[in-house]
């Protein structure tokens, strides 16, 4: 069965550096979201992605974050200027353009920001 | 405010009993209204899927219910397994595809 994946499954970096957070969405999927989760709390959206453009995005996507589609299969989310407060879950989601809406979810990257 | 609240945070279960999680919401527009299971360290896995004419769904042990007009729904386990250990999310969907996450009921269920 088709599924979404994410690399890396755990990052570490140092405040101030920048990361890029990646995922392979399932491959007819035409809708791409990122979330996050902070440890103990509830998963937050952070932004959708259709046609090579987000389409959109809360109030946590702020400018230090930004989204790109580089190739046909890769939906990257890249930090700029990693802060303590950006430790977290990080989940890719993906969806088709028909059906129920349903977002398959990626198994998350952990993100250790110190 | 699109509120999704469940009670109770956390419970544990003895294996082989029921048990029931609860999901009250203040989303709208509504959509649908989805329970995913979340294991630990993994991403959310979609259990059931309700509209607002539906009142009641099945997958396996899991049913879900859904009273659109009180705004709440349930999530039942029958007969508990092991593997049932998890976080079960409840996730109102509405608007523009936007999804509303509650913070989730930490099932233990114990030998």
């Known amino acids: 069965e088709p599924e979404v994946t994410q690399t890396p499954s755990h990052q570490v970096t140092q405040m101030g550096q920048e990361v890029i957070l990646r995922c392979v969405p399932i491959?007819?999927?035409?809708?791409f979201y990122w979330y996050r989760q902070i440890l103990g709390q509830k998963v937050e959206f952070l932004v959708s992605?259709?046609?090579?453009?987000?389409?959109?995005k809360s109030e946590i996507f702020d400018d230090q974050f930004s989204v790109e589609r580089p190739d046909g299969s890769n939906f990257t989310l890249k930090i700029r200027s990693t802060k303590l407060e950006d430790s977290a879950m990080y989940f890719c989601?993906?969806?088709?353009?028909?059906?129920?809406?349903?977002?398959?979810f990626g198994p998350g990257t952990r993100l250790t920001v110190t | 405010k699109n509120q999704v609240e469940q009670s109770p945070q956390s419970l544990i279960i003895l294996e082989g009993k029921n048990c029931t999680l609860q999901c009250n919401y203040t989303v709208s527009p509504f959509s649908n209204l989805r329970w995913y299971k979340q294991d630990t360290g993994r991403g959310p896995v979609s259990l059931t899927i309700?509209?607002?004419?539906?009142n009641t769904k099945s997958n396996g042990r899991y049913t879900a219910t859904l009273d659109a007009d009180t705004k709440q729904s349930s999530l039942h386990i029958t007969a508990s397994q092991l593997s049932d250990s998890a976080s079960y999310i409840c996730?109102?969907?509405?608007?523009?595809?936007?999804?509303?996450f509650g913070k989730g009921n930490q099932v233990v269920v114990i030998p």
């Open positions: 992605f259709y046609n090579n453009e987000i389409s959109e």
């Open positions: 309700m509209t607002f004419s539906e």
């Open positions: 989601a993906s969806r088709s353009s028909g059906g129920n809406y349903e977002q398959y």
């Open positions: 996730v109102v969907h509405y608007g523009n595809n936007r999804l509303a």
């Open positions: 491959s007819n999927h035409l809708y």
